[in-house]
Nanobody
């Protein structure tokens, strides 16, 4: 089992930055890749970025490359999503997810999900 708890969402003005966190726990989480998705009202859930826990390889969706960066802190068992130059269209619930492997640069069917953290970007 893997448990994921997000934090660090909030309200920010357009052009600002946020860095939500995902704290991972469970006996086997280090065998997984951890990543971030988001879902805006009325839209499908969208993959953003992933990082393998063991090797630290990173993957990002083209839509956020250059603005969003994923990283991890091994000592804290935490994954971060640094989000810069935020836009109102980035408003969504941001979810942390875990999947055993990243295929073709994306997470297709995560096995574990956090409950999400709300990010709101005002214009």
């Amino acid at each position: 089992q893997v448990q994921l708890v997000e934090s660090g969402g909030g309200l920010v003005q357009a052009g600002g930055s946020l860095r939500p966190s995902c704290a991972a726990s469970g006996r086997t989480f280090s065998s997984y890749a951890l990543g971030w998705f988001r879902q805006a009202p009325g839209k499908e859930r969208e993959f953003l970025a992933a990082i393998t826990w063991s090797g630290g390889s990173t993957y990002s969706a083209a839509s956020v490359k250059g603005r969003f960066t994923i990283s991890k802190d091994n000592a804290k068992n935490t994954v971060y999503l640094q989000m810069n130059s935020l836009k109102p269209e980035d408003t969504a619930v941001y979810y942390c997810a875990a999947e055993f492997a990243v295929v073709a640069g994306t997470m297709r069917r995560p096995e574990y999900w956090g409950l999400g953290t709300q990010v709101t970007v005002s214009s």
